[in-house]
């Protein structure tokens, strides 16, 4: 099966993956948000894309794809501060697929 990818973020960090040919969406409210989210979930994506901003806004929503096979969310940092949640998801992943955090930095 083919899955298709987007990214999903505020207007202003969505121009250059517009430019690369990346669809793109800009939900309006948290609620909105997750909608998308079902919505592509059941229309072929594989991989979405979502800045950090937004994936703050909807924790619980986050965990409910955890454990499905598509779509993969991926967090990315936006153009404003840096919030570490794509990190901090990549190291539970590296954990709970091979039992310890080698990511882990001695903070």
């Known amino acids: 099966m083919n899955y298709k990818i987007c990214v999903i973020g505020d207007p202003g960090d969505l ?3 517009r430019m690369a040919g990346v669809e793109a969406f800009a939900p309006e409210s948290a609620q909105a948000l997750e909608q ?3 919505r592509l979930a059941h229309r072929g994506y594989g991989v979405i894309y979502l800045m950090e901003n937004w994936a703050a806004r909807i924790p619980q929503a986050l965990q409910r794809y955890e454990k499905e096979f598509t779509p993969a969310i ?3 940092p936006g153009s404003g501060k840096n919030l570490g949640i794509g990190s901090q998801r990549l190291q539970a992943m590296v954990e709970m697929a091979i039992g310890i955090n080698i990511l882990q930095t001695g903070d």
């Open 15 to 17: 121009l250059p993956y």
């Open 36 to 38: 998308l989210l079902d």
């Open 74 to 76: 991926i967090p990315l």
